[in-house]
């Protein structure tokens, strides 16, 4: 049984932006692994569903822009990379 369509100018629902580690890290281009880590250590937002982990697509994307931008706690974008590219020249 399907779902029915919204209309797009509707507010989109949350149950249509979550995914999983998986499906983020195929979107990231890194290990399932790293995406868990990461969301354990709370660097990428993630909901507990019972033993299953989600991600909010929008807060993922947010989240990311933050590093990007800088605006996020200081050491933020090198806690996310590996060690040998964190470090200051």
Do not use: C, N, W
């Not at 249509?16 to 290990?31: F, G, N, V, W, Y």
């Not at 790293?34 to 937002?45: N, S």
């Not at 933020?76 to 060690?83: D, I, K, R």
């Amino acid at each position: 049984m399907a779902l029915p369509e919204t209309s797009q100018d509707a507010t989109k629902s949350l149950l249509d932006e979550l995914m999983t580690a998986r499906q983020i890290a195929e979107t990231l281009q890194m290990r399932v692994s790293t995406v868990e880590a990461y969301a354990r250590r709370g660097l990428l937002p993630s909901v507990k569903l019972g033993r299953h982990r989600r991600f909010i697509r929008s807060e993922v994307e947010q989240s990311i822009a933050r590093l990007g931008s800088g605006t996020t706690e200081e050491g933020a974008v090198q806690t996310l990379l590996p060690p040998s590219l964190g470090k200051a020249g």
